[in-house]
């Protein structure tokens, strides 16, 4: 006769079960984070077309086959990649109503560079290699470059509503200005990082836009 397990205690067996699905998840979304970092990484120092899926498999560390578990296909890899900055970016610029609000967007923007600068390699690289309407991220930068200005454009309207504007600043030209001295400076950042302040400069075009404030 086989004593009964007390009442409200779980047996070794099925506590062990139920933490390994658990396990499993955290693994999988830890390896998947990885997987991102080492594309961007080598996306942004080979470019797209100069890269394989072994090589970012190599560089994780893992099987090619794993990997293929998680991006069957080069161009999911790269989606996914673009779609997470996408992603963060599209956040910071909701509810931005208030004319600080749209000054530390912009701040952010311009200060970008320092933060993340494997991203602002890939960005700028896949961007060149995307002008080409057959490149599988053509449709993203095209459909994103035209959301960032409509979303700028949107911002200064409101502040030169309220007069926060200097005087013949016109908001799409100044939204277009921003996003196109963002791109080409960071470009030759990219060719001599000693040559240029990236967020010096797009803070300089900031506060020529505003009147009658302090950055």
């Not at 506590?15 to 984070?33: E, L, N």
């Not at 530390?104 to 494997?118: E, K, M, S, V, W």
């Not at 002008?131 to 960032?148: G, I, K, M, V």
Request: a neutral charge; proline letters at 5%.
């Amino acid at each position: 006769m086989t004593r009964s397990q007390p009442h409200g205690e779980q047996e070794p067996a099925r506590q062990t079960s139920a933490r390994k699905p658990a396990t499993r998840y955290a693994k999988g979304v830890a390896r998947h984070g990885e997987i991102l970092e080492a594309a961007k990484r080598l996306f942004g120092e080979r470019g797209f077309t100069g890269t394989a899926l072994r090589d970012i498999a190599a560089e994780c560390g893992i099987a090619h086959s794993t990997l293929l578990h998680y991006f069957p296909t080069k161009q999911s890899l790269l989606m996914a990649v673009l779609g997470e900055r996408d992603q963060r970016a599209r956040s910071e610029s909701e509810h931005l109503d208030h004319l600080n609000d749209i000054l530390d967007f912009t701040r952010r923007i311009a200060t970008t560079q320092g933060n993340d600068p494997a991203m602002i390699e890939l960005t700028t690289k896949m961007m060149a290699e995307a002008t080409d309407p057959a490149h599988p991220a053509h449709e993203f930068y095209r459909a994103r470059s035209a959301q960032l200005v409509d979303s700028l454009t949107r911002l200064l309207e409101h502040a030169k509503v309220r007069g926060f504007l200097r005087e013949g600043v016109d908001p799409q030209r100044a939204a277009q200005g921003f996003f196109a001295l963002r791109d080409g400076a960071q470009l030759q950042w990219l060719l001599d990082p000693t040559s240029i302040d990236v967020p010096e400069l797009l803070v300089w075009y900031q506060r020529s836009l505003f009147t009658g404030h302090d950055f």
